[in-house]
């Protein structure tokens, strides 16, 4: 189910001001890529180019191309309501639809799209995606329960779970545990492991000590002037960049942070 | 005391007359509606239609009653859905001169005197016509309501989270639905809200009704909005003109009645947004 | 643990009484709606996709009736009442004489009493409305506040035919006895208080007024206070200064520019205002230095002709209906930047 996700010479700007410049690589099926790098560097854009969010502010635009098990998500054929199904995304700040229960949460990818599968089935999906974001046990019990009465923690791994209900090939996930506390942040990370033999995951993360502990391969971005655009400098297996980075300002980086 | 401290203490005076010079007639149109109305108010009261002779004691102002219900139910069904549809526009796609247009136009509607929508739908529709009739009425108190119900809308969509709209469309959820299965039932509360101000507004015009609808000493049918109807303002501006003690009597009692209608529109509209506040 | 009671009909999770353990599969273990999911992984078909461009023409048209129905209030009206533009012109604001029969149409005294009245009515319900914003905003503890502001807002719930009838029965007559004569008969010299006192008049027509458009200046009024930043308040309080002396000197000129939006606002409002006004200014077509006596304005006069005209005389109702649709429209837009530039400039 999962694939693997090539990003091929991808710029953006925002109005007139370009934010990404010639990014390339390519993550490989069922594993773990983190994006590391300073604040403002892009990263957040560079996914939002993956699942064409992107677009959907105005006055952006883009050149280059993803391409998604092979596929060109932005070909001309290609509708990107597809393309967002096909690849999920889970935020910063968890946003679970405060008007719906936990249970409508999770179900909403399907119901938002009017899809009513028999009421066994249905169920069955939730709890499945409840279980898989590890949220199952805490839930079980109350899942008409309005979503926002849930810590954050709990939140962020609902948000997971909706995610993953409508079955995406790739999981993005923009820094999923910096607005939570150390114990829900731990949470999160155990659960990439398991999720990663079902989606390829891509996560944007400040936390290094993160990236290490959890990514197989690990992408370090940067501006390298003040107001030039975000560009790759290296993206390798984790522990080459944390060890031997090839780039002295990926060396700089790492240890920086690490000292 | 010193003349710093005596000017303050006037100040803080002429605040609190302030607040009195407003409150107290409230309290007294109130008060005298209460006061002259309630007595004349019964069961027969509402359900009566005027007497052939206005000016004559008895009857009630069930034609008045019937005819405001006919008029705020068409006004509201062209007013409140095109109204709603016309925010969401505003804000899903609201950028743009077409949109500052919208927004002026809007504005620059809710100024217009409701006299004056009384005399152009006169001359649309009645000079057309040749006659007076409800449907014109009704469209009358729908461009009085348009704009209030797409400001209000408008107010309530804008406070719906940004990350709403985000979390659905990341999840392949199109826009159209987004905006009407997530955007839509978050603002809901809020829209209620201004719909039902809008009503109670609508509720209490006569200006617009003058020429359009007219008025009628009979009752007309649910379905008939093709002839004049009254309307409780109506009933009450043309008896409370009239030198007779009976007729003034009755416009007292309408008054109450009116009063009513549009307060518990009013406190619904704001009471409703309260109560279904969700914690997000 | 028991499963929570359902709050509606969705059926709830399926653990059944004599609750299953946690390792136990429970009947929902079946495949989730497989048919459901595979419709879903199905890429949109065209006419699917076509959607979201056709809910937004859709969106777009409604919007666009905004524009529709204020073109059609324009270009309608001015074309039914162009013969009356073009027979008399500018008569039509520079004659006094208003008769019908006469082919006399000059509406100088409507526009005279339009004028007066909202002034009056701007005269007494602006320093009011300051004096309620104030209060409410610095003075007022907290739980009043909200309450304070409930009730002003009513004013403006109040239906202006029900101001208009206790404007006429009750309002009319005591003002007339115990505030015009007492006045006139005092200083009637000064040609606006000249007598006989009236109580249909200008006067008791302002005051009507006034009272209906504090809710909106309040309103305003009360926005544009709260914006002014709490720094400059505390340095006048630091100073030493009395309450009042830091209203003066830090709130009031700071609001200032949103009162006087608020104040063009609510003399747009009063400016149109129909029923209340035709109830109480007496219906007399002329122009009398008096306050105290009847008088007649745009809005009143189009309410009290219209169903008695025929013909042209209604043309020219409408004509000068026009005239006050511009004349307020132009009033608003101009109270409406006045509290857009003061709003930014604050905040």
């Not at chain 1, 820094?175 to 829900?184: C, H, I, M």
């Not at chain 2, 796609?93 to 247009?101: I, L, V």
């Not at chain 2, 392949?172 to 507004?201: C, E, H, Q």
Request: charged share 15%; with cysteine; net charge positive.
């Amino acid at each position: 189910m999962a694939v693997e996700v090539k990003l091929e010479g991808l710029s953006a700007w925002f109005g007139s001001n370009q934010v990404l410049d010639d990014i390339s690589f390519t993550v490989p099926a069922q594993s773990v890529t983190a994006i590391i790098g300073p604040s403002g560097s892009g990263k957040s854009t560079l996914i939002r180019l993956v699942n064409r969010m992107h677009e959907i502010l105005p006055r952006t635009r883009h050149e280059g191309h993803v391409f998604l098990g092979g596929e060109d998500v932005y070909g001309d054929d290609v509708d990107p309501v597809d393309v967002r199904r096909r690849v999920g995304m889970v935020f910063q700040r968890p946003n679970p639809f405060p008007t719906m229960s936990i249970y409508d949460n999770v179900a909403a990818g399907l119901k938002l799209n009017g899809v009513r599968g028999k009421r066994s089935g249905m169920d069955g999906l939730v709890e499945e995606s409840l279980k898989a974001a590890g949220l199952w046990g805490e839930v079980r019990n109350r899942l008409k329960a309005p979503a926002g009465g849930l810590s954050g923690g709990q939140q962020q791994r609902l948000c997971i779970a909706r995610a993953i209900a409508v079955r995406p090939e790739v999981l993005l996930m923009d820094e999923p545990a910096s607005a939570l506390d150390p114990q829900s942040t731990l949470r999160i990370e155990d659960l990439m492991a398991e999720l990663k033999q079902r989606y390829t995951i891509v996560i944007v993360t400040h936390n290094m000590q993160q990236a290490a502990r959890i990514a197989d391969w690990t992408a370090f971005m940067t501006v390298t002037e003040e107001g030039a655009p975000g560009r790759l400098i290296e993206f390798d297996q984790t522990n080459t960049i944390f060890t031997h980075p090839k780039d002295d300002r990926t060396q700089a980086y790492v240890t920086g942070r690490f000292g | 005391m010193t003349r710093r401290r005596l000017t303050d203490q006037l100040a803080t005076g002429w605040m609190i007359v302030s607040v009195l010079v407003a409150l107290v007639p409230l309290a007294f149109i109130l008060g005298y509606v209460v006061y002259k109305g309630a007595g004349i108010v019964s069961w027969t009261f509402l359900t009566k239609p005027e007497p052939f002779d206005f000016t004559h004691s008895g009857g009630g102002v069930w034609n008045g009653i019937k005819g405001t219900l006919k008029l705020l139910f068409l006004a509201s069904l062209l007013a409140i859905p095109t109204g709603i549809l016309a925010a969401l526009y505003l804000n899903e796609f609201g950028r743009g001169r077409f949109a500052t247009a919208v927004r002026f136009v809007t504005d620059v509607m809710s100024g217009v005197p409701s006299i004056f929508v009384g005399i152009f739908i006169y001359s649309l529709i009645v000079l057309e016509t040749g006659h007076f009739s409800a449907y014109s009425g009704a469209l009358a108190l729908a461009v009085l309501m348009l704009p209030i119900v797409i400001r209000g809308a408008e107010e309530v969509l804008k406070l719906v989270p940004h990350e709403l709209r985000e979390a659905s469309l990341a999840l392949g959820v199109p826009r159209w639905r987004t905006v009407l299965r997530v955007i839509l039932p978050a603002a809901a509360s809020g829209i209620v809200t201004a719909a039902m101000l809008s009503v109670a507004r609508a509720a209490g015009e006569t200006a617009p009704l003058l020429f359009t609808s007219f008025g009628n000493r009979f009752v007309t049918g649910w379905s008939d909005y093709g002839s004049p109807d009254s309307a409780l303002p109506l009933l009450i501006f043309r008896n409370a003109r009239s030198a007779y003690e009976p007729a003034q009597q009755r416009a007292w009692a309408a008054a109450l009645v009116l009063i009513a209608i549009v307060l518990v529109f009013t406190i619904l509209g704001r009471t409703l947004a309260g109560r279904r506040a969700f914690r997000s | 643990m028991q499963p929570q009671a359902s709050r509606d009909s969705e059926p709830g999770p399926r653990a059944g009484p004599g609750s299953l353990g946690e390792s136990m599969t429970t009947t929902t273990e079946t495949p989730a709606p497989a048919a459901a999911l595979e419709r879903l992984k199905r890429p949109r078909s065209r006419l699917g996709r076509s959607a979201d461009q056709s809910f937004r023409w859709l969106l777009t048209g409604f919007a666009a009736v905004v524009l529709v129905v204020l073109a059609l209030m324009l270009v309608r009206t001015t074309y039914v009442a162009w013969p009356v533009f073009q027979q008399h012109g500018l008569e039509l604001i520079t004659k006094q004489r208003w008769f019908p029969g006469d082919n006399a149409f000059g509406a100088l005294s409507f526009i005279y009493g339009t004028v007066l009245t909202s002034v009056i009515a701007i005269l007494l319900a602006v320093p009011v409305s300051i004096g309620i914003a104030l209060f409410v905003t610095e003075v007022a503890p907290r739980r009043l506040r909200v309450l304070l502001v409930y009730l002003v807002e009513l004013l403006a719930a109040v239906p202006s035919v029900v101001y208009g009838l206790w404007g006429l029965l009750v309002l009319l007559p005591w003002l007339e006895r115990h505030a015009w004569e007492p006045i006139s008969s005092v200083l009637g010299f000064i040609p606006i208080f000249a007598g006989p006192a009236n109580g249909r008049s200008f006067a008791t027509a302002g005051v009507i007024l006034a009272i209906m458009i504090i809710p909106i200046v309040t309103a305003i009024a009360r926005e544009v206070v709260a914006l002014v930043p709490h720094d400059h308040k505390e340095a006048a309080l630091a100073l030493g200064a009395t309450r009042w002396e830091m209203l003066r000197l830090a709130v009031i000129p700071y609001a200032r520019a949103g009162i006087i939006g608020g104040t063009m606002l609510g003399f747009g409002r009063a400016l149109g205002e129909t029923i209340a006004v035709a109830l109480v200014i007496g219906g007399n077509p002329q122009i009398s230095a008096s306050i105290f006596q009847p008088g007649y304005t745009i809005a009143s006069v189009i309410a009290n002709q219209f169903n008695e005209a025929t013909g042209f005389h209604i043309q020219a109702l409408l004509a000068i209906g026009v005239l006050l649709f511009v004349i307020t429209i132009l009033v608003n837009v101009a109270g409406r930047v006045f509290v857009w530039r003061a709003a930014r400039g604050l905040a």
